[in-house]
Every structure is written in structure tokens, then in C-alpha cells.
């Protein structure tokens, strides 16, 4: 379950809809990561564009990795601003074990950080710069690759 939302997330609403929905599934674990904008080169806050394509496959071959082992995969990522100290992103594994679900988060955030179409912007005195020294260039992309 892919979700995108426009501006900052509802953390305890969608980490509840997530838990509803999955609590009768017999996982015995849940584990979620909440990433939160913060303070930081003087900005105000974050901007996000996303290219909605590629960002499905590339979570749709995570959902079949999870699957693999047991477990489901969820996430909510924000377009446009967020503010400093709002959520812009969400994700959690559902999985029979801890282990699984602890090793599927971590593997999971870190992939996304590398390689998810997510572009960010910083937020400054109402200017939205992009966040070039701390953007990550996607696998395969560019006109030599």
C-alpha cells in the first residue's frame, strides 16, 4: 500500500489506519519508521515533487520482496511543502517475525533514501531551492547511463 498525500501527514491517523487494517492479519510484528523535517541550513521547511510511475514499481517490487518473507509493506510520502518538525514520510512492515521486520524496515529506508523518483526542495524566506548537495542521483538514470 503506496499512499501520497499533498502537504505534511497525519502521523497518528495513518500509523492507526495502518494498524486497523492489519491487526486481525496474525503479523507478530509492526514496525514503523516516521521521518520528520527538521531544523536544518536555515530552512523553513521542505518541498517534494514525485514521479508517480516509477515510484509504484519501484515500491511494487519491494511489496514482492516482503512477500517473499512473509510480511507487507506500507508507506506515505508528502508532495509539495512541509514544515519544520512535520512528517513527510511514513513506512512500516508488517511481518510474522521481528527479525524479518526489523531487518525489511531498515533495508526498506535505506533503498527509498537512494532510490525513490522523490525530488527535494529546501524552503527558504518563501524561495524553494533544490537540495542538490543532499540529493542522491536514481540508478540508471541520466542521459550517459
Known amino acids: 500500500m503506496l499512499s501520497l498525500y499533498n502537504g505534511p501527514l497525519n502521523v497518528a ?16 510484528a509492526y514496525i514503523s519508521f516516521v521521518g520528520t523535517v ?21 515500491f511494487e517490487a519491494w511489496q514482492a520482496k516482503a512477500k517473499e ?27 510474522p517475525k521481528r527479525r524479518v521486520a526489523l531487518d525489511l524496515i531498515d533495508e526498506f529506508v535505506e ?8 525530488w527535494k526542495y529546501d ?4 524561495d524553494r531551492v533544490y537540495a542538490l548537495d543532499r540529493s542522491t542521483a536514481i540508478k ?4 550517459l547511463s
Open 13 to 28: 491517523e495513518i500509523l492507526k489506519e495502518w494498524y486497523e487494517q492489519e491487526a486481525k492479519s496474525n503479523y507478530g
Open 38 to 58: 527538521r531544523s536544518e541550513n536555515s530552512i523553513d521547511g521542505l518541498s517534494f515533487d514525485i514521479y508517480e510511475p516509477i515510484l509504484q514499481s519501484w
Open 69 to 95: 518473507r512473509g510480511a507487507i509493506i506500507k508507506m506515505a510520502h508528502a508532495r509539495g511543502d512541509v514544515m519544520l518538525h512535520e512528517s513527510s514520510y511514513i513506512s512500516a512492515v508488517f511481518s
Open 111 to 118: 533503498d527509498f533514501k537512494a532510490s525513490a523518483p522523490i
Open 123 to 126: 524552503l527558504r524566506g518563501g
Open 140 to 143: 540508471g538514470s541520466g542521459l
